[in-house]
């Protein structure tokens, strides 16, 4: 794995949740550009194991397969663009704050 040493010691928990994040991105964004629904279903399945896992539940819930045999793929769109109206609130904000402490550009 090629993402092995940025877990150090001298990496910051804001420096490694960002890592973890373009991880998350870039699997993301490579299943997309395959249009292969084998890795698309591939990703969606891990990516939800991998952060159950995280709840402490170590049962393998989500085998990976083929975005034409997960279910109800509309609620999971529904949820996940929940959470990113959420987290494009939390990003607006963060930029006001900025701009009100005199950071960053006023147009935004």
Partial sequence: MKNEEVVSPACSKIQLAGKCLTIIGNMARRAV?????????????????????????EERLFEPVSVDEIGDL???????DF????????????RQKARCRGFGPAGG
């Avoid at 509309?74 to 996940?80: H, I, T, V």
Wanted: glycine share 12%; proline share 2%.
């Fill in 33 to 57: 550009r395959s249009q292969d629904p084998g890795h698309m279903g591939y990703v969606l399945q891990e990516l939800s194991q991998v952060l159950l896992e995280r709840t402490g539940c």
């Fill in 74 to 80: 509309a609620a999971l769109y529904e949820e996940l």
């Fill in 83 to 94: 959470a990113d109206g959420g987290s494009q609130s939390m990003a607006a904000e963060a």
